[in-house]
């Protein structure tokens, strides 16, 4: 069995989140923030032998580990703000039993698992299993922690799924310990993505690069697609974004004041939201577009760069602190 060094670990991740320009967010107890540690005294074994009788399961190695140092966890950081004590925990099926509507999930094989390092990832697509996993945590922002007793390892880790709104599938992980790692991780990504905005007025000149990088960054997550109405429409969002880098550039040659610099972003941020509202948004008449396939293709290029529009002055938005 694994020894996984469970106290440096969540030491670090207590650092982090108590470092973080969002604490107030995670709205942590004073004591917790005295202290420096995020975690709850430890779980007695006679609790976590009641629960596992009480489940019919013995619980995975790196659960039961981090349990005998803290019975729960306040604040992942992201979008989990609590990892449950073991006495709360339950299956899916029957907290949220709304949740188990395996006939609308397609049955695939799931990908490979994917090494970062310190945790592997993969996706999970088989959601006939959903049913038997074993909740964990609260909601969160629409977020949720799981653990699959139907997927056990050699090492007895069961897979934990992380599952989310905006996850057509979930993250699945070979076990407990992985996830978590994952979820931090994510956090430093987080925190040294955020580092790139102005946090003052003085900074947006020298930081403007930062944000044109983001917007080629985002613009690059279209790529040319297989599906050639696919391409069309990320020709379309790229289209948005790199006008949106122009404009940025143009204002960067300007050498306007702090004051000026902000207030002409906002004003570009403005006239993109307004450009993606004025972006017909219907088909029109679709008979007569099936057989002109240039209309068609021009609806559809003009749906991408609306969105682009719109993403670019998110963009900027986030840029200036302003969502």
């Not at 709360?88 to 990908?111: G, S």
């Not at 076990?175 to 580092?195: A, G, P, R």
Request: proline share 5%; with cysteine.
């Amino acid at each position: 069995m694994v020894n996984h060094d469970w106290k440096p670990f969540l030491d670090r991740w207590s650092k982090a989140i108590l470092q973080s320009e969002n604490l107030e967010y995670f709205k942590l107890p004073k004591a917790a923030i005295q202290s420096g540690w995020l975690g709850y005294p430890c779980a007695e074994e006679a609790q976590i032998v009641a629960v596992e009788t009480r489940l019919g399961k013995t619980l995975p190695p790196s659960y039961r580990t981090f349990l005998k140092l803290t019975n729960g966890w306040r604040a992942t950081g992201n979008f989990i703000r609590d990892i449950w004590p073991v006495d709360r925990i339950d299956w899916l099926a029957k907290l949220n039993p709304d949740q188990i509507v395996t006939d609308n999930y397609m049955e695939m094989d799931d990908p490979p698992w994917m090494d970062h390092g310190s945790y592997r990832l993969s996706e999970v697509e088989r959601f006939s299993q959903i049913a038997g996993t074993l909740q964990i945590s609260d909601w969160g922002d629409e977020e949720l922690f799981l653990l699959n007793p139907e997927a056990v390892g050699t090492d007895g880790e069961w897979e934990a799924w992380f599952m989310a709104g905006w996850i057509p599938g979930a993250y699945r992980f070979p076990s407990f310990w992985d996830m978590l790692q994952h979820e931090y991780h994510t956090l430093l990504n987080k925190q040294v993505h955020d580092n790139k905005r102005a946090k003052t007025d003085d900074e947006i000149s020298a930081r403007l690069p930062h944000l044109l990088q983001e917007l080629r960054t985002r613009a690059a997550m279209y790529p040319q697609a297989n599906d050639p109405s696919g391409a069309v429409y990320g020709d379309g969002v790229r289209a948005g974004y790199a006008e949106a880098q122009q404009r940025i550039q143009q204002l960067q040659e300007a050498n306007l004041q702090p004051i000026e610099l902000r207030m002409e972003l906002l004003r570009l941020a403005d006239e993109f939201e307004q450009h993606n509202r004025e972006f017909p948004t219907g088909v029109g008449n679709l008979a007569s577009m099936l057989f002109d396939t240039h209309k068609m293709t021009d609806k559809i290029r003009d749906g991408g760069k609306a969105e682009g529009y719109r993403q670019a002055a998110s963009t900027i938005r986030w840029f200036l602190g302003e969502t």
